[in-house]
Structure formats: structure tokens, C-alpha cells
């Protein structure tokens, strides 16, 4: 009898092991959400988010759910800081949406209020799709081009109103590139551009000390790499080709 006992013991045992075992088979990975910015003439540009979510199967499922304020102009040239972390469920999300409480920027020293259409009650929206799967870190990079996302009403020097419009880029961490150069002459405040089709992708602040800048979180492809200064000197190259995790350095450039 003592024997049985201890047989059908030991066997309870191997089956609790077991099912411990198969229950711990992973069901969510882990989404990590940054933020960069594509230089502006602006002295700060602060963004209070006040919740950062993705999208699964109709509904938001929260990545970051306390307020964090950003000011864009400190991430820039391939700097980025983290808006959110989270183990989520994995599966196929269809959108990213920031929820903003508040904005402020700051002009010649003077503080003014960003207004942001919807930007408390619907949120930003944003794309690609994406697939989170079981047991892996998935990271997405949004580009916020404050250039190209406030919009003053009035003249520069008195203006009635500043509005925040955002244009957004959303690029997954690990099928981005780069191109990075030296400009040999860069004393005149240098910018430099990735473009496609005429259209900006980003920008980056050619440090007037080393000439170097870097464009990042670039997709697989071509571009055309144009760098301008308060000279109007310029440096065009068309054809430049970004490989996934590569940078694509250009070596030395001068303006002309």
C-alpha cells in the first residue's frame, strides 16, 4: 500500500509539472515605442502625451498610460527617447495613437500655447501594421517633423496663433538605415535632407564643429541627400542607397 501511494504522489507531481510547463508557453511579447524629431527653428517645443496605445482586434491597449512631456527639439539628429513600454498580447495591430493633454512652444524666448485639434479627444493615429509575436521585443521610432507641423497664423514676428498639425512618421526600429556625411565647410549652419520624390523624409542639424550629421530611421531604399546653408551653399547626391541595418556613409562633402 505504501508503495502505491507513493507511486500515484510522484505521478500527481510529474502531471502539476507538466501542466505548469505548458501554461508557461508565452502569449505576448513586448512593444517599445520611440519618439524623435527632425530639427526646427524653435527654441522648445513641449508635448505633455498623456497616453501612447496600439491597436488589436477593436481595441486600445495601453503602452504607456502616464503623462510624459517631451520637448521635440532635444531628439533629433538619431537621438530618440522611449514614449512607452509594454508586454502586450501578441497578434496583428493595425494603428499607434498618442493622446496629447497639453503643447507649448517657445519663440525669442516668449512661451506660447500649441493648440492641437483632437489631440485630447481622438488622439494621433498612426500606421504601419504590425505583427507582435510571442516571446519577441518589437520596436516602432515616431519622427514628429516639427518643421512641417506648426502652423503660425499672423506675421512670424507678431503671430496670433500657433497650431500643431503633426506630421508623423512611424518606421519598426530594425528594417531602418542610415546615411551619415562630413561637411567640410559647415561654419554656416548647415542642414541636411533624405528625400524621395521631392518629398522630405527627414533632416538632421550638421554640427558646425565636426560637419557631421546622420540621417536615421530611414527605410530600405533610395534617396537623394540635399544639404543647405544660410549661404545657400548646397550639396545635392542623388541615388544614395540605405540598407536595413546599415549606415551608408558618404565620407567628406563640401557646399559649393
Same mark, same amino acid.
Given at each position: 500500500?505504501?508503495?502505491?501511494?507513493?507511486?500515484?504522489?510522484?505521478?500527481?507531481?510529474?502531471?502539476?509539472?507538466? *501542466?505548469?510547463?505548458?501554461? %508557461?508557453?508565452?502569449? !505576448?511579447?513586448?512593444?517599445?515605442?520611440?519618439?524623435?524629431? =527632425?530639427? @526646427?527653428?524653435? *527654441? =522648445?517645443?513641449?508635448?505633455?502625451?498623456?497616453?501612447?496605445?496600439?491597436?488589436?482586434?477593436?481595441?486600445?491597449?495601453?503602452?504607456?498610460?502616464?503623462?510624459?512631456?517631451?520637448?521635440?527639439? *532635444?531628439?533629433?539628429?538619431?537621438?530618440?527617447?522611449?514614449?512607452?513600454?509594454? *508586454?502586450?498580447?501578441?497578434?496583428?495591430?493595425?494603428?499607434?495613437?498618442?493622446?496629447?493633454?497639453? @503643447?507649448?512652444?517657445?519663440?525669442?524666448?516668449?512661451?506660447?500655447?500649441? !493648440?492641437?485639434?483632437?489631440?485630447?479627444?481622438?488622439?494621433?493615429?498612426?500606421?504601419?501594421?504590425?505583427?507582435?509575436? =510571442?516571446?519577441?521585443?518589437?520596436?516602432?521610432?515616431?519622427?514628429?517633423?516639427?518643421?512641417?507641423?506648426?502652423?503660425?497664423?499672423?506675421?512670424?514676428?507678431?503671430?496670433? %496663433?500657433?497650431?500643431?498639425?503633426?506630421?508623423?512618421?512611424?518606421?519598426?526600429?530594425?528594417?531602418?538605415?542610415?546615411?551619415?556625411?562630413?561637411?567640410?565647410?559647415?561654419?554656416?549652419?548647415?542642414? @541636411?535632407?533624405?528625400?524621395?520624390?521631392?518629398? !522630405?523624409?527627414?533632416? =538632421?542639424?550638421?554640427?558646425?564643429?565636426?560637419?557631421?550629421?546622420?540621417?536615421?530611421?530611414?527605410?530600405?531604399?533610395?534617396?537623394?541627400?540635399?544639404?543647405?546653408?544660410?549661404?545657400?551653399?548646397?550639396?545635392?547626391?542623388?541615388?544614395?542607397?540605405?540598407?536595413?541595418?546599415?549606415?551608408?556613409?558618404?565620407?567628406?562633402?563640401?557646399?559649393?
Amino acid at each position: 500500500m505504501r508503495w502505491i501511494i507513493l507511486f500515484f504522489t510522484a505521478a500527481f507531481v510529474f502531471f502539476i509539472g507538466c *501542466e505548469k510547463e505548458t501554461n %508557461s508557453v508565452a502569449t !505576448t511579447g513586448t512593444l517599445k515605442v520611440y519618439l524623435t524629431d =527632425a530639427p @526646427a527653428d524653435y *527654441e =522648445a517645443v513641449n508635448i505633455t502625451f498623456s497616453e501612447v496605445s496600439a491597436h488589436l482586434n477593436d481595441q486600445w491597449l495601453t503602452v504607456h498610460g502616464d503623462t510624459i512631456t517631451v520637448n521635440l527639439m *532635444e531628439w533629433n539628429n538619431g537621438n530618440s527617447i522611449i514614449l512607452g513600454e509594454a *508586454e502586450l498580447p501578441a497578434g496583428h495591430y493595425t494603428q499607434i495613437r498618442l493622446m496629447i493633454q497639453e @503643447a507649448e512652444i517657445v519663440v525669442d524666448g516668449q512661451t506660447f500655447p500649441l !493648440t492641437v485639434p483632437s489631440g485630447a479627444q481622438t488622439g494621433l493615429k498612426m500606421g504601419p501594421e504590425f505583427t507582435l509575436n =510571442a516571446g519577441s521585443l518589437y520596436e516602432l521610432v515616431i519622427d514628429f517633423d516639427v518643421a512641417r507641423s506648426i502652423v503660425v497664423t499672423g506675421p512670424k514676428n507678431d503671430p496670433n %496663433s500657433y497650431k500643431l498639425k503633426p506630421h508623423l512618421r512611424c518606421i519598426p526600429r530594425a528594417i531602418s538605415g542610415s546615411v551619415s556625411a562630413t561637411v567640410t565647410n559647415p561654419e554656416h549652419l548647415p542642414v @541636411a535632407y533624405a528625400l524621395q520624390n521631392s518629398d !522630405t523624409i527627414t533632416s =538632421a542639424i550638421v554640427n558646425t564643429s565636426s560637419g557631421y550629421f546622420q540621417l536615421s530611421f530611414l527605410s530600405e531604399g533610395s534617396y537623394t541627400v540635399s544639404v543647405r546653408d544660410t549661404l545657400d551653399q548646397s550639396y545635392n547626391q542623388d541615388n544614395v542607397l540605405v540598407a536595413i541595418g546599415d549606415n551608408n556613409d558618404l565620407g567628406q562633402i563640401t557646399l559649393q
